[in-house]
């Protein structure tokens, strides 16, 4: 239990010292204190609940990841009746240029702009609090300068969540005077099962084309995606 309390405490500090800051740092934070408390601390009490709210907790993140990747599809070829590509955004390094994570989504996205030529792409995501610029801007310079033709690109800039990327894009598919409701999806496979469930509720049609998250950051994403999931379902479809 120490070593292991010791491995989850520097995988902590060092996903912070990364700068990876999210909910999900944080809980991964609040876990690791918990291990070494049971580690160290001869409060047997104290000890008995954490162990509980642990095994909980990690018993529901078990059936979560179970169910988030028994529906994930990184792939697909079926182009019928697909109007555009729709990009979802997410965080800027030093508040102008994309992340890693953005980065893996815009290639995808040029994977499949080159796939199918004839296809508009809409990039999504506003100017967060620490951002220069909006998300959607710094995705369209990152596919101009990969070859995307402007012409081919449309974007929003107001979202700052996910609720909104798909809000806001319909309203973009309106202002065009566009009927477009079926899409290839571009977003990282942990955020993908919540973003079709919004989808779903714009009566938007998505076949999802994910991207395989760094393992790195991936504890902590699945640490922040289970709040969001719960936070989905309680508060965006409605």
């Known amino acids: 239990m120490k070593i292991f309390s010791r491995l989850f405490l520097a995988y902590s500090v060092c996903v ?39 095994t909980v907790y990690f018993s529901i993140l078990g059936l979560f990841i179970i169910f988030l990747y028994s529906n994930v599809k990184y792939e697909s070829n079926n182009s019928k009746n697909v109007n555009g590509i729709l990009v979802l955004g997410s965080g800027l390094n030093f508040g102008e240029t994309p992340s890693k994570e953005g980065k893996l989504r815009l290639n995808k996205a040029i994977k499949y702009a080159n796939k199918f030529p004839h296809l508009p792409i809409y990039l999504t ?24 033709s402007v012409s081919r690109i449309h974007t929003e800039d107001f979202s700052t969540s996910t609720k909104e990327n798909f809000y806001y894009t319909k309203e973009l598919l309106k202002k065009e005077g566009n009927n477009y409701d079926t899409f290839f999806l571009v977003t990282s496979d942990f955020h993908m099962l919540r973003a079709k469930l919004i989808a779903k509720h714009f009566d938007i049609n998505v076949i999802p084309v994910a991207t395989a998250t760094n393992i790195f950051t991936l504890p902590i994403n699945l640490f922040r995606e289970e709040i969001a999931f719960i936070k989905t379902l309680i508060f965006d479809l409605n």
Do not use: H, M, P
């Open 16 to 54: 912070l010292l990364a700068g990876y800051v999210n909910v999900g740092t944080f809980i991964s934070i609040l876990i690791a204190i918990a291990f070494v408390y049971i580690a160290q601390s001869n409060n047997n009490n104290v000890k008995r609940i954490l162990k509980y709210i642990l």
């Open 125 to 148: 995501g506003g100017k967060g609090i620490d951002e220069k610029l909006a998300e959607s801007t710094a995705f369209k310079k990152y596919l101009l300068d990969n070859g995307i």
